[in-house]
Nanobody, 118 residues
Framework: QVQLEESGGGLVQPGGSLRLSCVSSGSKYRFDTMGWYRQAPGSQRELVASISAGGIPDYADSVKGRFTISRHSTKNTVYLQMNNLKPGDTATFYC????????????WGQGTQVTVSS
């Protein structure tokens, strides 16, 4: 069984920073794409950032220049460094992973809450 678990969320003031981590357990093979979605109440789920198995990142326009996604070279672990956080970033952040065999409908974490408020 493959599980993903996020950590690092919390309450931060505007302009502050947080670093999210997503760690897998039970996986046997290196995931393909990994990344982060977020969803605020009453809003659509948004793909924030993704990173390929080769380490190529992609970002939503709203976070370019502020967020950085990275992954461990060998472990199925992905990170999201979030700088200059804004109130509009407030959401539940979900980690996901893609692998044709291990994650039939993608693998998902349970979510971690990020709240940006003064």
């Amino acid at each position: 069984q493959v599980q993903l678990e996020e950590s690092g969320g919390g309450l931060v003031q505007p302009g502050g920073s947080l670093r999210l981590s997503c760690v897998s357990s039970g996986s046997k093979y290196r995931f393909d794409t990994m990344g982060w979605y977020r969803q605020a109440p009453g809003s659509q789920r948004e793909l924030v950032a993704s990173i390929s198995a080769g380490g190529i990142p992609d970002y939503a326009d709203s976070v370019k220049g502020r967020f950085t996604i990275s992954r461990h070279s060998t472990k199925n672990t992905v990170y999201l460094q979030m700088n200059n956080l804004k109130p509009g970033d407030t959401a539940t952040f979900y980690c996901y992973a893609r692998h044709w065999l291990q994650c039939r409908n993608d693998c998902w974490g349970q979510g971690t809450q990020v709240t940006v408020s003064s």
